[in-house]
């Protein structure tokens, strides 16, 4: 719970301590947290980018975090929100399932996740526990997709992808979504793929 502390608005001056109000947006991470602190769920753009990016920046990155669940879909985060995201797992490794689904990340976006997902370099560099990651509805085209191919072939962890519905329109993206499946049929982790 440290994180949500951390997120409560207390400011102190040498002086005095005070309370700033706290937002809908710190109240529904307590809640959540007091609730489930293994789980977060925030859909349908119900906060600000800046909310989410207080979300990836402190929550997910304190040392306290116990959160397993991430469910961000529809939150528009865009491919700074995926960069944003990308270092939060650097340095976290208690997320196991992550949903972006219809988030506008494109294939700059999904760069950044997946040199994080890969399982290579240093290990402080690397996440090495989301096991079930959901890239649908987003525009991650072909481009975006091979980059998913190329960190599928290196990641360690991933049991479960989804990359329904991502602009694929040319032949070489149909090549990156069938090597997916082949992947998902010959990896000794992957064991589903949804294209």
Avoid: W
């Avoid at 753009?45 to 990016?53: H, Q, R, S, V, W």
């Avoid at 479960?160 to 149909?174: A, D, L, P």
């Amino acid at each position: 719970m440290d994180a949500v502390v951390a997120l409560s608005g207390e400011t102190t001056t040498p002086n005095e301590k005070t309370q700033t109000p706290k937002t809908i947006f710190q109240e529904s991470i307590e809640n959540q947290l007091q609730q489930n602190p293994t789980f977060l769920k925030f859909n349908y753009g119900l906060f600000t980018a800046d909310e989410m990016y207080q979300l990836t920046t402190t929550v997910l990155v304190s040392p306290t975090c116990t959160v397993r669940y991430v469910d961000l879909i529809g939150n528009r985060l865009g491919d700074d929100g995926a960069y944003t995201l990308a270092q939060s797992l650097r340095k976290n490794n208690t997320i196991n399932y992550l949903n972006l689904s219809m988030n506008d990340i494109s294939a700059a976006g999904v760069k950044h996740l997946c040199a994080v997902l890969s399982n290579k370099g240093v290990k402080e560099e690397v996440n090495s526990s989301v096991e079930h990651l959901d890239v649908s509805v987003n525009r991650l085209g072909d481009v975006g997709v091979g980059y998913i191919v190329d960190m599928l072939r290196a990641n360690e962890t991933l049991v479960t992808i989804n990359v329904r519905s991502n602009k694929v329109k040319t032949q070489q993206g149909i090549s990156h979504l069938l090597e997916i499946i082949a992947l998902a049929d010959n990896h000794p982790v992957l064991k589903d793929a949804f294209i």
